[in-house]
């Protein structure tokens, strides 16, 4: 079940009405957990089975971790073998299911590889990250084990994250399932503007440009013009996308009278690799800095006859390493991310770190240039159909086959000009507008009026759905 789409709209509205209308927040998050079964579940209801049962092993694990202290660190590296372990066998699952059909179709069962990938499990790569950092939490006296289980499951399968987020740490959500919510009026004011930027960035932006892309990067032999455009393209496509994924999940869950994690702040404006991690996917950024670099570097920093070199450039190379492998097994999301991970050690071995920005306004903008480009390329990386796709349109194809295609290619980045303004406006009118003039009104409403005028032709489904 998408967000865009009337089966949502009356799903969600039914749950609202209930939701407020249920006294207590323990009823309230049992209609919260029996709500987000039937969203989890809606493709297929046993996708719900496999969430619940790794839910209640962990919840479980962590009850025994509070009793028995001594076994705390065996119990919660159980725990996060068991996650990581489904993790890794829907990930393999979904590189191998063309040759399981295959395999299946020999033993005498014709099953289409569109089926085995229905059947396997959304979103796990979401709430394991969600239910390990509770593991680990536990673990280390930051947050104690729950005793209330419909609150602990209510806050692994919490509906409007459970496919692509925000990750939540605990003290962040399980917090608030277990205290009492009441209405207020600042619920829905916080909400709708989410909801309308989310609706207007996924339907109007997200979509369209993605019509563009979609041509470019199906090309077998792209010109070196199409394949910059095309990486511009996919540079706005992707940020829309996945942002308004955060923005609807964020406004659902502002109306449900819960506050959840911010996961964009403007990352396209980062001057360095570092800052651009900090503002972009924040939860989950934030979460391999926690449980991975962090670990990765104490241990070297700590570990006897290691060069303090080693220390520097280990912990970004793995960390990012993982967080390529996090996104897909193929070539490209692992170059992605070792890519990443190299632009950190480079930048760290020139000076330059976290939000350093320099103070000339020149060299500001000659540096955040370098970094946008860096970041395109990077996305570059992630979205082709190969390595060698990619290779081939850098080194052997021309800048363009004729003078239509350099046409065609302006009209395109023309298009994705326009629609990337209507975010840049967006971040001005909320940096600098005044409120006596009503700037915000004025875009809100002409976000409302495209937004109408596109949603026949939109498509519902989000990038990071494939995670």
Not at 28 to 42: H, K, M, P
Not at 101 to 124: E, M, R
């Amino acid at each position: 079940m998408s967000f865009i789409s009337y089966d949502f709209l009356i799903f969600f509205l039914i749950v609202f009405i209930l939701y407020w209308l249920t006294p207590g927040h323990r009823w309230q998050n049992i209609l919260l957990l029996a709500a987000s079964a039937v969203f989890y579940g809606w493709l297929a209801p046993w996708h719900t089975v496999i969430l619940f049962v790794s839910t209640s092993i962990d919840f479980f694990l962590a009850l025994g971790m509070a009793r028995w202290k001594s076994r705390a660190s065996i119990l919660m590296w159980v725990g996060i073998v068991l996650n990581l372990g489904l993790l890794a066998s829907v990930k393999y699952f979904f590189v191998y299911d063309d040759a399981l059909a295959v395999w299946a179709q020999h033993a005498g069962f014709l099953i289409d590889s569109s089926f085995l990938s229905i059947i396997l499990p959304l979103g796990v790569s979401f709430y394991t990250l969600k239910k390990i950092s509770y593991l680990i939490e536990v673990r280390r006296g930051t947050f104690p084990a729950a005793r209330d289980f419909i609150a602990f499951a209510a806050y692994v399968s919490f509906f409007p994250q459970v496919f692509s987020g925000p990750i939540d740490r605990p003290q962040k959500l399980l917090r608030q399932l277990e205290s009492p919510r009441v209405w207020e009026a600042g619920h829905f004011y916080n909400a709708w503007q989410l909801i309308l930027m989310g609706l207007f960035k996924k339907i109007v932006i997200a979509n369209t440009v993605k019509v563009f892309v979609d041509q470019i990067f199906l090309m077998k032999e792209p010109s070196l013009v199409f394949l910059i455009v095309g990486g511009l393209g996919f540079t706005l496509q992707i940020l829309a996308d996945f942002s308004s994924y955060t923005d609807l999940s964020r406004g659902v869950a502002f109306l449900l009278g819960l506050n959840t994690s911010e996961n964009f702040d403007k990352p396209y404006l980062s001057f360095t690799p570092s800052e651009f991690w900090n503002r972009w996917h924040m939860s989950f950024s934030f979460w391999l800095r926690d449980y991975i670099f962090f670990p990765i570097r104490r241990m070297l920093l700590r570990a006897p006859n290691i060069p303090g070199f080693v220390a520097q450039i280990v912990p970004p190379l793995a960390t990012m390493f993982l967080s390529g492998l996090w996104h897909g097994t193929g070539a490209t999301f692992i170059v992605w991310g070792l890519y990443y991970g190299i632009l950190i050690v480079i930048y760290q071995m020139l000076g330059i770190r976290g939000d350093w920005k320099p103070i000339n306004p020149f060299k500001r903008f000659a540096t955040w240039l370098i970094m946008f480009f860096f970041i395109a390329f990077g996305w570059v990386i992630f979205r082709v159909q190969s390595l060698n796709w990619m290779w081939h349109a850098l080194t052997k194809s021309p800048f363009a086959h004729s003078t239509e295609e350099v046409t065609a290619a302006l009209v395109i980045l023309t298009m994705i000009s326009f629609y990337a303004f209507l975010l840049f406006i967006k971040h001005i009118f909320d940096q600098y507008g005044s409120k006596q003039l009503n700037l915000h009104a004025l875009y809100y409403t002409f976000a409302t009026v495209l937004t109408v005028i596109f949603i026949n032709s939109s498509s519902p489904d989000f990038i990071y759905f494939q995670f």
